[in-house]
């Protein structure tokens, strides 16, 4: 079953605006981590975040999570057009008998 | 961190024909994974592969139609069998230690 459940699934913003995608999942985690797919190409490693951290930055994306309602967000402040692409958390249960699980992701849109 | 390559990077067959994936990792790994993302969709893990035992299917994916072989710690196949037009996917083999890498799939068109 999917673990990581994303919201929204589209998003469409200016350039310089920021954009927040949100992720929830259903059980224990070891961490969770968010991807970039840029249009069916292979997926790039933004960002882990471990379960027992609440936030995390790098560059200009910030990640939060939040264990007691299993969710995340995504943040990318002062979003460029080469941001367009399509973003993914993946829960990583591996202690909890699962495997890493995919969400089924949010295409952001960012327009010049 | 791990550097992985896949071959083909793109194919298309004919239904009913077979094609094998192959996965190169530039370092020893225990487990490898093996996903598929249809177009448009999400990844889905198909299996998990380690060195010396047959792989771990994910409910809703069987051997005799995604056999693969894992024989040394830095190279796995994947082969789909008996291809239709619904195989049509991107697939990906993956390793991990706390972060996951990810090869740069291989994009399989049915017709």
């Known amino acids: 079953s999917q673990q990581g459940e994303e919201d929204p699934q589209a998003l469409s913003i200016q350039e310089g605006e920021n954009a927040t995608m949100n992720c929830s999942y259903k059980?224990?985690?070891?961490?969770l981590q968010w991807y970039r797919q840029n249009s069916g190409r292979g997926l790039v490693h933004l960002i882990l975040?471990?379960?027992?951290?609440r936030e995390k930055h790098s560059g200009r994306l910030r990640v939060t999570l939040d264990t007691s309602k299993k969710s995340s967000s995504l943040l990318i402040t002062a979003s460029r057009a080469a941001d367009t692409a399509s973003y993914f958390c993946a829960t990583d249960a591996r202690n909890y008998g699962q495997n890493f699980v995919f969400g089924p992701g949010t295409r952001l849109s960012v327009l010049p | 961190s791990a550097v992985i390559s896949q071959k083909p990077s793109r194919d298309i067959c004919q239904r009913g024909t077979s094609l094998t994936i192959q996965c190169q990792v530039d370092s020893q790994v225990t487990m490898m994974f093996w996903y598929r993302q249809q177009p448009g969709q999400s990844l889905t893990l198909i299996a998990t592969?380690?060195?010396?035992?047959?792989?771990?299917?994910e409910s809703g994916f069987v051997i005799d139609k995604f056999p693969i072989s894992r024989p040394n710690l830095t190279f796995s196949t994947l082969t789909v069998s008996n291809m239709s037009p619904e195989d049509s996917s991107i697939y990906l083999c993956?390793?991990?230690?706390?972060?996951?890498?990810f090869g740069p799939g291989t994009r399989l068109t049915v017709t």
């Open positions: 975040i471990r379960s027992n951290e």
């Open positions: 592969a380690n060195q010396g035992s047959e792989a771990t299917y």
């Open positions: 059980t224990s985690i070891n961490n």
């Open positions: 993956s390793v991990a230690d706390n972060e996951q890498y």
